[in-house]
């Protein structure tokens, strides 16, 4: 086998796992500031007890982050050394500041703030956690940074590229990369819809059987209507990313839609909602299209044309020598539509959600039974937009700079990646069982358990 193509499918698989659990470590911590927040600021016992069971829930999806995310950065020495070797000096730096400013703050926080309570000032307790919202925000920065340097190369000596070995000679442009501070809120608030998405899952499981109603019906609203906002939002800030997307990486545009050549005869570009076809995207069954939206998406306009696929292949031809500079499309193509999908079904649930709160009629919603099961779509949408923003970037490592074929360990054999692929697979599987019957066993328990002290003393003791 192909020792590439198993060093890819093993970051794939950690990168993909360990992104399960950002998202929710992302939004809820904002979520478990706010309502410590009410608490200090109302004295109410119900904000408190909202406080401790979402904190819960959120400690134990940190736990499980913190994890899985060790294991990615050890694979760049084993797997991708080449690729460290190029591009340490400059992506080595923003991820030592990542790991020495905002994770050390924000786990030294965390832990003030879970053995805080009744033992340090209210006031402290209370700025613990909004510190380990800003650590962990300022995390998803510095991590962003690295990776839209892969993403758009910016601020290394353009000599330092013959020399086979990338020189750092600008700070201020690697940190202030336009791609990194697109990405960065469209992460931060898709860690809010994903939050609120949880939060309206489990709320409305507790409504629907008539548990806690005070406590949940406050939870839906919240999540309800921050859901609605932040997914609406995210959409917007996606869009300013797509625009760039097609200045910056155009083959990438190309393949989201699966364009090989331009229609002379249609205006603009259309965006397909769904296309049957081969797994290339050449051979076209069925589609269902909107003329001119891919456009709009792309260029703020109803006119511009996104170029094709094959149109991109030549200029690149062109500027870096023979060689296939097509992504796999049918992961593009597919990635993107479930992110789109996802959140059109987000938009729409969220919406129910704040008509029933403005009605105050939570309780009474038809298929109330249903709506845990909203609390998977965020889960897809990220999913989707990270398989689209890594693979659309291939054949490059760093785009325009390092391809993938040359990143990899030259003396690590197939047998020993596939050897670790498969103990990594099955650990996290064993993980993601952990994971998920925790999360299920508490969030049924509700806020009870918490009052009752049945799930760890450092958070429930007063």
Known sequence: ???????????????????????????????????????????????????????KLFLINFAMGVVTGIVQEFQFGM?????????????????????????????????????GWDRVPRGLHLASIWLVVIGSNLSALWILIANSFMQNPVGYDPASVEAGRLVLNNFAELIFNRKAWLAFPHTILAGLTTAAFFMFGISAYHLARKQNVEIFKKSFQIAAVLGLVAVTLTGLVGHSQGVEVMESQPMKMASIEAIWENDPDEPGSPFSLITIGDLTGRQEVWSWRVPRLLSLISCNNLDCEVPGVNQI???YEATYGPGNY??????????????????????????????AVMRNRVEKMKFLTWFPLAIVLPYFANTGGWIVTEMGRQPWIVQGLLQTQEAVSPNVSAGMVLFSLIGFVAIYAALMVADVYLLTRFAKAGPDATDRGVIGEGLEKE
């Not at 990542?98 to 924000?106: D, G």
């Not at 992504?327 to 729409?348: C, D, H, Q």
Request: hydrophobic share 55%.
């Open 1 to 55: 086998m192909d020792p590439v193509l198993l060093a890819r499918l093993q970051f794939a698989s950690t990168t993909i796992y360990h992104f399960f659990f950002v998202p929710l470590t992302l939004g809820l911590v904002w979520v478990v500031a706010g309502l410590h927040t009410m608490y200090y600021r109302t004295g109410d016992e119900k904000w408190k007890r909202m406080t401790k069971f979402w904190g």
């Open 79 to 115: 797997n991708w050394s080449e690729y460290s070797r190029y591009v340490g000096d400059i992506f080595g730096a923003p991820l030592a500041i990542e790991a020495l400013l905002a994770f050390f703050m924000e786990s030294t926080f965390l832990g003030i703030w879970i053995f």
């Open 313 to 315: 292949q030549a200029e």
């Open 326 to 355: 097509i992504p796999l499309m049918v992961f593009t193509y597919w990635g993107f539509r479930f992110m789109f999908f996802s959140s059109l079904i987000m938009v729409g649930l969220g919406g129910l959600g704040v008509l």
